[in-house]
Nanobody, 125 residues
């Protein structure tokens, strides 16, 4: 069992930055690849970023590539999502999730076993 708690969301103007954090407790954090997803009102939850167990490999949705950076600190049991050059279309609830598999290209919600409660990001125009 892994418990995940996101933080760092808020209201920011377009072009601004935020850093989200996801703190994990429970089973060994480093045994999970971690993902970030987001969900806007009336829309399905969508993949944003993924990082391997070691942190050596990351992947991103095309809509955030070059603007968002995912990282992790296994010593602190925390994964981060640095979001730069934010746009109004980035407005959503952001969720972190844990995947016991370290395989590549796991971008679907059903690939992830554990989820946080989400943190709201609102980008004003």
């Amino acid at each position: 069992q892994v418990q995940l708690v996101e933080s760092g969301g808020g209201l920011v103007q377009a072009g601004g930055s935020l850093r989200l954090s996801c703190a994990a407790s429970g089973r060994a954090f480093s045994s999970y690849a971690m993902g970030w997803f987001r969900q806007a009102p009336g829309k399905e939850r969508e993949f944003v970023a993924r990082i391997s167990r070691s942190g050596d490999y990351t992947s991103y949705a095309g809509s955030v590539e070059g603007r968002f950076t995912c990282s992790r600190d296994n010593g602190k049991n925390t994964v981060y999502l640095q979001m730069n050059t934010l746009k109004p279309e980035d407005t959503a609830a952001y969720y972190c999730a844990a995947d016991p598999s370290d395989s590549y290209y796991r971008t679907r919600t059903f690939h992830y076993d554990y989820w946080g409660q989400g943190t709201q990001v609102t980008v004003s125009a």
